[in-house]
Nanobody
Framework: QVQLVESGGGLVQPGGSLRLSCAAS????????ISWFRQVPGKEREGVGC???????????FYADSVKGRFTVSRDNTKNTVYLQMSSLKPEDTAAYYC??????????????????WGKGTLVTVSS
């Protein structure tokens, strides 16, 4: 059974950092794109960052302009986990964060389109 579980959310001050985890089970996440999204109540879900499969994608990552240079997506294949490292956080980064996969094996690039399996999310609040 494919499952994604996010963790690591919480309250952080503006300018601070936080690392979110996306623990995968039921499949080898290194073979697939894993994408991170966020959503604020009343707004559309927004793609934040993604990482393509290993080794086909060779670590290819892609980021939304709103987080480029501040957020980093990475993998620890020994733990079947993908991370979203967030730094220089702003109040507008406050949202529920979700990870997802499209379950297409061997992707060379990643995107925010076609996700089929989602985690339940973790809440990030950036406030002083």
């Amino acid at each position: 059974q494919v499952q994604l579980v996010e963790s690591g959310g919480g309250l952080v001050q503006p300018g601070g950092s936080l690392r979110l985890s996306c623990a995968a089970s039921g499949f080898a996440s290194d073979l697939y794109t894993i994408s991170w999204f966020r959503q604020v109540p009343g707004k559309e879900r927004e793609g934040v960052g993604c990482i393509a499969s290993d080794p086909s994608g060779a670590g290819y990552t892609f980021y939304a302009d709103s987080v480029k240079g501040r957020f980093t997506v990475s993998r620890d294949n020994t733990k079947n986990t993908v991370y979203l490292q967030m730094s220089s956080l702003k109040p507008e980064d406050t949202a529920a964060y979700y990870c997802a996969t499209d379950l297409i094996v061997g992707t060379v690039f990643c995107s925010f389109v076609g996700m089929t399996n989602w985690g339940k999310g973790t809440l990030v609040t950036v406030s002083s």
